[in-house]
């Protein structure tokens, strides 16, 4: 069994940048794919990044591509979004996933069996 505890969300100002943090416990994470996603009030949850393939390969939605960076450091079992230039449109509840599966459909939630417990990111105009 794998928990998730992810962190590091808060209020920052339309261009400003954060840096979230999973970290699990419980089983070692190194070979997962991982994921962020995030929900906003009245919205379906949607992705926003992913690492797999042992961290090989990383994936990323359109509105985030070239401003988000999923990164893990399998030492401390710890998955990382650095979130920069941010805009009003990010704000949202940001969540970590991990599965053992390799091979599942990455954008969907339901490909995951393990998720923190959400992080509110708020950015204001």
């Known amino acids: 069994q794998v928990q998730l505890a992810d962190s590091g969300g808060g209020l920052v100002q339309a261009g400003g940048s954060l840096r979230l943090s999973c970290a699990a416990s419980g089983r070692a994470i190194s070979t997962y794919t991982v994921a962020w996603f995030r929900q906003a009030p009245g919205k379906e949850r949607e992705f926003v990044a992913a690492?797999?393939?042992?961290?090989?390969?990383?994936l990323y939605a359109d509105s985030v591509k070239g401003r988000f960076t999923i990164s893990r450091d399998n030492a401390k079992n710890t998955v990382y979004l650095q979130m920069n230039s941010l805009k009003p449109e990010d704000t949202a509840v940001y969540y970590c996933?991990?599965?053992?599966?390799?091979?599942?459909?990455?954008?969907?939630?339901?490909?995951?069996?393990?998720w923190g417990q959400g992080t509110q990111v708020t950015v204001s105009s």
């Open positions: 996933a991990a599965s053992p599966d390799s091979l599942l459909v990455y954008r969907s939630p339901y490909s995951y069996a393990y």
């Open positions: 690492n797999r393939w042992s961290g090989a390969n990383t």
